[in-house]
Each structure stands twice: as C-alpha cells, then as structure tokens.
C-alpha cells in the first residue's frame, strides 16, 4: 500500500527530493546497482536545496525539542525543518515525526 502510494504520488509529479533524503536512501543499500537506481530516479524529480535559512530553522527546531526532552537524530530534524519551511508535507512511516511541531505530514 505504501509503495503505491508513493508509486502515485511520483507519476503525479507530487514529489520533492532533497540531499538529505538522498543520502539517506544511499547509505542504506547494499548493491551498486541498487545505488544507480536510486540516483536516477531522484534525479528525476524536484529538488529543495538547505539554505543556511534552513540550518537556522533546524537548529532552533532542534533546541526547542530537546528543551520538552525529546531527542531526534539531526538530519530528521533537518528534514522537518525543510519540510515546515518549504511548506510542504513529508512521506514518512517514521512515528517519531509526530513530535514535531507544525510538521504537516502525508496520511497514507
């Protein structure tokens, strides 16, 4: 179900990429072949670049959630920030995003 949704949302035009993402699908295969697909298909979509706007908003993110005792690995954190900045909604399965304040995700 997920993976068609996604499947949908791509054929539509509907998705964005940014490096983070990226670099997280790459560090996660375990075939060079897997890896040229990846980059691929990535390059076929839209793209957000992190701006040091971006850094900012994810540093305070960062701060205030550690604040309420909530900790995050920090490029989740850099993600949502981008994702709250860009206004836009995050495809993710991840629960721990739902501690993020102001984060619109997609409900699938």
Known sequence: MISQELKKLVAGRQVLMSGIIVYELLQGVKKKKDAENIKRGTLALGYLEVTSETWLMAGDLFFELRRKGITLPPSDVLLAALTIESQCRLF????????????????I
């Not at 993710?92 to 409900?107: A, G, S």
């Open 92 to 107: 993710t399965i991840d629960r721990h995003f739902d501690q993020i304040p102001n984060l619109k995700r997609y409900q």
